[in-house]
């Protein structure tokens, strides 16, 4: 089995034992955009109560008119206010500013999108690919510090840089459902989760087919 199959082979294997994962997504997509700004730097819970304090304005209009004051207080709860208050109006106002509309990027090459995205202030290498994955429905792998343990643990390297592993994953994502290429990342947090609870965990199994 070449190394791409065996990386396929690990991540089918978490999806066969954990299952479909139903909480990555909101019915309001703006709703799942600004967690993605909330949770940086900061826990479930705490992203969550910001968010739930955003609720009744979770829409372009509203958030475009809030002045800063008012947000900041909003969002409070998930730490770094100041500073997540300026990404969240940066990311509007980069929205708005191509027409507030996701089909016009539908035109858009990932990794051009991708660009684009790492350009808006306080969108990291991650939280790009986190974006491109939730939002814009592209299928890219997501590096995260849970999906660069697990596979240096069952030795296929060791990778220390986000941009790294996923220049090495991008291949295995090009020909899986998008649906899939989704749950491969949910099941790397949740798979992480639980081995932080038990480091002695053998996950020798999830290289066998």
């Not at 991008?170 to 020909?175: A, D, S, V, Y």
């Amino acid at each position: 089995m070449n190394i791409n199959k065996q990386k396929v082979q690990v991540l089918n294997n978490l999806v066969e034992l954990y299952g479909y994962q139903d909480w990555w997504e909101d019915d309001n997509r703006l709703a799942d955009w600004l967690s993605m700004i909330l949770i940086q730097r900061t826990t479930e819970k705490n992203a969550n109560q910001a968010l739930a304090n955003l609720a009744p304005y979770l829409d372009l209009d509203s958030l475009t008119k809030m002045d800063m004051a008012q947000l900041e207080e909003l969002i409070y709860p998930a730490g770094f206010y100041k500073q997540k208050s300026l990404y969240i109006k940066a990311l509007i106002d980069w929205f708005v500013g191509h027409g507030a509309s996701l089909d016009k990027f539908r035109s858009y090459a990932t990794e051009d999108l991708r660009k684009e995205l790492l350009g808006i202030k306080g969108v990291g290498e991650e939280t790009a690919d986190a974006m491109l994955l939730y939002i814009f429905e592209r299928n890219v792998f997501i590096a995260d510090l849970y999906a660069r343990r697990l596979f240096t643990r069952l030795g296929f390297g060791e990778f220390k840089t986000y941009e790294q592993m996923r220049e090495e994953f991008m291949p295995i994502t090009e020909n899986v459902p998008h649906k899939l290429c989704k749950e491969w990342h949910s099941v790397i947090d949740v798979h992480g989760k639980h081995f932080g609870k038990d480091k002695s965990m053998n996950e020798s199994w999830l290289l066998e087919s």
